[in-house]
């Protein structure tokens, strides 16, 4: 599973809604979230990924797509300094 679909099938976990690829470039109020949900979501995204997002770079995590290009940034830097 790619970490796309991984960050969309997180997102209609916690909104029981359906989000498709199609949203991934929409920003996250356009689909129905709001801050707190936003939290919610990065935390998720932490624990799944096993990776810290600090809060001032995830206020910028916005979209889909800026989460998605986030968090395999964060895991190829894992394995390069691994």
Do not use: H
């Amino acid at each position: 599973m790619s970490t796309q679909e991984q960050v969309i099938n997180i997102i209609n976990q916690w909104t029981m809604s359906v989000i498709t690829s199609d949203d991934s470039d929409k920003v996250l109020p356009e689909l129905g979230l709001d801050s707190i949900d936003q939290v919610e979501i990065v935390i998720m995204i932490e624990d799944e990924f096993n990776i810290v997002v600090d809060d001032e770079q995830a206020e910028k995590l916005n979209t889909i797509t800026k989460l998605v290009n986030y968090i395999d940034l964060e895991l190829d830097n894992k394995r390069r300094f691994s």
